[in-house]
C-alpha cells in the first residue's frame, strides 16, 4: 500500500514566523513530490514540486527532500495570514499512473 | 487560458436519479483523474485514465462510471445516486506521470 503521511494539524504560527509542514511517504522508488494549498472549499493549487534530493526554493517557499528517510517538507517563510490553508502533500510512485495524496496539514497564521 | 472545467459547480439530486459531471480539459494532457474529497478522508481517486479510451479503477471506483471518447473530456457517470455519494468532486488532468497536476474548481454533490 502506497501512503503518504502528513499530520493533519492544524499548526498554528504568528504572522511573519516561518512554518513548517512535514510528510513521509511508503515507498522507496517514489520519484516526484508535489506540496499543493488549498482554500477551504476550493481546488488544490501546486506550490512546488521536487524531484530530487536537497532543498528548492521559489519565493517564500522551500521543499525539502530526503529520500533515504522517505521524508519531504515545505518551509514558508515570512508566514502570512493568506498562507492559512490546507497543505497537501503528493508523491508519484514509480511504476503507477496516478498520484498519492496526504490527507492534508491545516496551517493557521494568526496576525 | 489552460484550465479544466467542471459542470456542474453545485447540483443536488435525489437517490436514484442518473446524473454526468462533465470535465474537459483545454492542455492537450494525456491523464485524467477523478477524486473525491470528504472531511478527515482527503483526496481519494476514483478513477483514472491514461489517454483516449484508456480508464482504470482508482481507490473508490464503486458507484461511479466514466468514459474517455475524446482526449479533452472525461465525464463521471452516477448510474443511481446514493447519500453516500455526497461530497466535493473535483477533475484533475497532467500531461505527464511526473508532470504537474492541474485541478479542475470542483462540482459539490448532494444527494438526498
Known amino acids: 500500500q502506497k501512503e503518504v503521511e502528513q499530520n493533519s494539524g492544524p499548526l498554528s504560527v504568528p504572522e511573519g514566523a516561518i512554518a513548517s509542514l512535514n510528510c513521509t511517504y511508503s515507498d522507496r522508488v517514489s520519484q516526484s513530490f508535489f506540496w499543493y494549498r488549498q482554500y477551504s472549499g476550493k481546488s488544490p493549487e501546486l506550490i512546488m514540486s521536487i524531484y530530487s534530493n536537497g532543498d528548492k526554493e521559489d519565493g517564500r517557499f522551500t521543499a525539502q527532500l530526503n529520500k533515504a528517510s522517505q521524508y519531504v517538507s515545505l518551509l514558508i517563510r515570512d508566514s502570512q495570514p493568506s498562507d492559512s490553508a490546507t497543505y497537501l502533500c503528493?508523491?508519484?510512485?514509480?511504476?503507477?499512473?496516478?498520484?498519492?495524496f496526504g490527507k492534508g496539514t491545516m496551517l493557521l497564521v494568526s496576525p | 487560458e489552460a484550465q479544466v472545467t467542471q459542470n456542474p459547480r453545485y447540483l443536488i439530486t435525489v437517490t436514484g436519479k442518473k446524473l454526468t459531471v462533465t470535465c474537459s480539459q483545454n492542455?492537450?494532457?494525456?491523464?485524467m483523474s477523478w477524486y473525491r474529497q470528504d472531511p478527515g478522508l482527503g483526496l481519494r481517486q476514483i478513477y483514472y485514465s491514461m489517454n483516449v479510451e484508456v480508464t482504470d479503477k482508482g481507490d473508490v471506483p464503486e458507484g461511479y462510471k466514466v468514459s474517455r471518447k475524446e482526449k479533452r473530456n472525461f465525464p463521471l457517470i452516477l448510474e443511481s445516486p446514493s447519500p453516500n455519494q455526497t461530497s466535493l468532486y473535483f477533475c484533475?488532468?497532467?500531461?505527464?506521470?511526473?508532470?504537474?497536476?492541474?485541478f479542475g474548481p470542483g462540482t459539490r454533490l448532494l444527494v438526498l
Open positions: 503528493a508523491s508519484h510512485y514509480s511504476g503507477y499512473s496516478t498520484l498519492t
Open positions: 484533475a488532468s497532467r500531461l505527464g506521470l511526473q508532470e504537474t497536476q492541474y
Open positions: 492542455m492537450n494532457h494525456e491523464y
